[in-house]
């Protein structure tokens, strides 16, 4: 990957670690939960040493002071509040149906989300089911369509995720602020759409794999925010930078993911997840067993994958967006007004050509620009250009790389006498996305034939 895209990612004006915890109140290490910095450190609250027993009571006997706290904080940040918006549910608070945001909100409403917000803060919540409570909609075809879930079920995982945004930010947990984020990408790890959609015909909220004019979710369901940010802090992968956490979870992505078989049915789903609904991202995550394929992290596909990096890069408060081409899904890092970045297709990072094989290559070199993006993909170019560019980067990474596949691949057209232009190679796997004359150019045959010399040659492989 280019030095200058790399260098677009990096955080301007972030405060260091130690500048961080000299000018906190409490000294507590950047990226320590409070909760259990409270709990650990045995801080005192009135006298008693903290436990989640005490400070479940301190939340609870301060409850007013606290949502006054809240409430002042968002109406001071009017740009944070603007964007917290509560789609739809035809109660009696909201008849018309109305997007609604925080300043238009009922007191209640307001003072249930102060009170998740506080309860998350101190890691209090008991947490979200992996699997929430749902109804399955199938499509002609008998495909899942969308899986529904009930306001007041929708409600509670609304607040947990907007909550869990603000947590992240106001308990320091990355290096980066969502005060610098523009509207749109407030919205996106904000606005209760880009986790469902409300169906006034079915008083429902629904998570959509895709729609032509609706908010595309992709095929997953998100569980609790905060056990789904807890593994990725376990597992390291939140970097100093979002562009360096986005390559630490597509190197995951890389290394872990497997790609689904069949189709989108409710037994294909029970078969691969254990649950009928879209994939739960917390399964995806700990990995499940198949009665034919045995244990894997399973992901649906293009639309798994990238409903499953907008699910999970939102609790650390990195905005993804689902693009849809020829069917396909493709993620969409919405970093900034001024540079968007993007994976040619969902399914990327786990290509067979180079998922198991040698070099591993670095998984930001998968990323594509604004630039690159607009050229294979504007919506004005012919259909057929456009289908034969979805993943057709992670195979110009193949041809950077050459992988050991790619070196099988060309041993076994060798053995049996075909050349590039009948060979399996170019036939089945760079036909419909790079010309014959790219490869030739990019000396890509004299290359892999170098490569195999240096290794001792095709039966070494």
């Known amino acids: 990957m280019i030095p200058e895209l790399i260098n677009k990612f990096f955080e301007s004006d972030l405060i260091s670690k130690e500048q961080y915890e000299s000018i906190s109140p409490l000294k507590k290490p950047y990226g320590q939960k409070l909760g259990n910095f409270l709990i650990e450190g045995g801080f005192l609250v009135e006298d008693k040493v903290s436990t989640p027993e005490v400070l479940k009571s301190f939340l609870e006997e301060n409850e007013q002071f606290l949502f006054k706290l809240f409430d002042q904080f968002l109406n001071e940040n009017s740009k944070l509040a603007k964007t917290i918006i509560w789609r739809a549910d035809g109660s009696k608070e909201n008849p018309n149906g109305v997007p609604k945001s925080y300043k238009y909100w009922s007191q209640s409403k307001k003072r249930e989300l102060s009170t998740t917000f506080w309860n998350i803060l101190l890691d209090l919540l008991p947490g979200l089911d992996e699997t929430p409570p749902y109804t399955i909609n199938l499509d002609n075809d008998g495909e899942v369509f969308s899986i529904d879930l009930q306001p007041n079920d929708a409600w509670k995982y609304y607040l947990a995720y907007v909550a869990h945004v603000l947590r992240v930010e106001l308990d320091k947990l990355v290096h980066w602020s969502i005060f610098k984020y523009n509207e749109t990408q407030l919205e996106l790890l904000l606005d209760s759409r880009t986790l469902f959609e409300y169906f006034e015909s079915r008083h429902a909220?629904?998570?959509?794999?895709?729609?032509?004019?609706?908010?595309?979710?992709?095929?997953?369901?998100?569980?609790?925010?905060?056990?789904?940010?807890?593994?990725?802090?376990?597992?390291?992968?939140?970097?100093?930078?979002?562009?360096?956490?986005?390559?630490?979870?597509?190197?995951?992505?890389?290394?872990?993911?497997?790609?689904?078989?069949?189709?989108?049915?409710?037994?294909?789903?029970?078969?691969?997840?254990?649950?009928?609904?879209?994939?739960?991202?917390?399964?995806?995550?700990?990995?499940?067993?198949?009665?034919?394929?045995?244990?894997?992290?399973?992901?649906?596909?293009?639309?798994?994958?990238?409903?499953?990096?907008?699910?999970?890069?939102?609790?650390?408060?990195?905005?993804?967006?689902?693009?849809?081409?020829?069917?396909?899904?493709?993620?969409?890092?919405?970093?900034?007004?001024?540079?968007?970045?993007?994976?040619?297709?969902?399914?990327?990072?786990?290509?067979?050509?180079?998922?198991?094989?040698?070099?591993?290559?670095?998984?930001?070199?998968?990323?594509?620009?604004?630039?690159?993006?607009?050229?294979?993909?504007?919506?004005?170019?012919?259909?057929?250009?456009?289908?034969?560019?979805?993943?057709?980067?992670?195979?110009?990474?193949?041809?950077?790389?050459?992988?050991?596949?790619?070196?099988?691949?060309?041993?076994?057209?060798?053995?049996?006498?075909?050349?590039?232009?009948?060979?399996?190679?170019?036939?089945?796997?760079?036909?419909?996305?790079?010309?014959?004359?790219?490869?030739?150019?990019?000396?890509?045959?004299?290359?892999?034939?170098?490569?195999?010399?240096?290794?001792?040659?095709?039966?070494?492989?």
């Open 205 to 461: 909220y629904s998570i959509l794999r895709r729609h032509k004019s609706l908010f595309n979710h992709g095929s997953t369901t998100p569980g609790d925010p905060s056990r789904i940010y807890n593994f990725l802090d376990k597992e390291k992968l939140i970097g100093i930078t979002r562009w360096e956490s986005i390559g630490h979870l597509l190197g995951w992505c890389r290394d872990y993911l497997y790609h689904f078989k069949e189709g989108n049915t409710p037994k294909n789903y029970q078969d691969h997840w254990q649950y009928e609904g879209y994939p739960p991202v917390e399964r995806i995550i700990s990995g499940t067993e198949h009665p034919d394929l045995g244990f894997q992290h399973f992901t649906a596909g293009c639309w798994g994958t990238t409903g499953f990096l907008r699910t999970v890069l939102r609790t650390i408060n990195i905005p993804v967006v689902l693009e849809e081409r020829c069917n396909h899904a493709l993620p969409h890092f919405v970093y900034s007004t001024s540079h968007e970045f993007y994976l040619s297709h969902g399914d990327d990072p786990y290509n067979k050509l180079y998922k198991t094989s040698i070099p591993k290559f670095p998984p930001l070199d998968l990323i594509i620009d604004d630039y690159k993006f607009k050229k294979w993909f504007n919506k004005d170019l012919p259909e057929k250009t456009i289908c034969n560019n979805v993943g057709r980067h992670a195979l110009e990474v193949a041809v950077e790389y050459l992988p050991n596949e790619i070196l099988k691949i060309y041993c076994d057209d060798l053995a049996k006498g075909r050349t590039p232009e009948n060979g399996r190679m170019y036939n089945e796997i760079f036909k419909n996305h790079i010309a014959l004359k790219e490869l030739d150019a990019a000396g890509f045959w004299d290359r892999i034939k170098e490569k195999i010399d240096r290794s001792g040659g095709c039966n070494e492989l």
